[in-house]
């Protein structure tokens, strides 16, 4: 099984709001852009940032955390389902030997094999269980990383004022957005030094 990654999250956070009606019921008309040689003049909107999810869920240590105490918690039940298969193996080769030999009566094969059928029904359940469980799991840890970096962001934005801040993701919707706009390393500065903040507290 491979080491369990974190989906791409794309993240809208709305900070501020326009009232689109009131807006036009208060302009008498639509006036068209001003053009400039020609050409559409465009001002920028400083009030729409982006974070690059791939780096920020690459290095933001709360995610690295969860993915490590998840990934021993599959290696820790993969263990335990190969040595009970390994049991499993062991006890369809000593049925074998003692029908090939004539070491048990009829009645008591007929006990055994049941009993290996039974047994390897129970890990074939068990091998689905774990899995299931794995998956649980991740899906809880996506959420919660999900939902720090949404709370984070808005702590980040009280004294930025930006009316959105997007997800930018390989591939995603943004095909080009300007480097100036992008705030990834001091949101991930800001939110790894809270969370090792809070993690030491913790300790």
């Known amino acids: 099984m491979k080491r ?3 989906l791409s999250i794309v993240i809208a956070v709305i900070c501020l709001s326009c009232n ?9 008309a639509v006036q068209p852009p001003e053009r400039e040689n020609g050409l559409i ?3 920028a909107d400083e009030s729409i940032v982006y ?6 869920m690459r290095h933001y240590q709360m995610a690295t955390d969860l993915t490590d105490e998840l990934s021993e918690k599959m290696k820790k039940l ?10 499993f193996q ?6 074998q030997n003692k029908a ?10 007929t006990e055994m094999q049941q009993q290996l059928a039974s047994d390897e029904q129970s890990l074939m359940q068990l091998s689905e269980q774990y899995r299931l469980e794995l998956s649980e799991d991740q899906s809880v840890m996506q959420r919660q990383v999900l939902q720090a970096i949404m709370d984070y962001l808005k702590e980040y934005n009280s004294s930025k004022g930006y009316k959105y801040i997007l997800a930018n993701t390989f591939p995603g919707n943004i095909l080009y957005a300007a480097p100036e706009l992008d705030i990834t390393s001091s949101v991930l ?10 993690h030491a507290a913790k300790k």
Do not use: C, M
């Open 78 to 87: 993969d263990a335990e389902l190969n040595n009970k298969q390994r049991k």
């Open 90 to 95: 062991q006890n369809v080769a000593d049925f």
């Open 189 to 198: 500065e800001g939110i790894n030094a809270k969370y090792r903040s809070e």
């Open 100 to 109: 090939n030999k004539g070491l048990e009566t009829r009645a008591k094969l």
């Open 41 to 43: 003049a465009h001002v």
């Open 51 to 56: 974070v690059n999810i791939d780096t920020l």
């Open 4 to 6: 369990l990654t974190l």
């Open 20 to 28: 689109r009606r009131q807006a036009e019921t208060e302009s008498p």
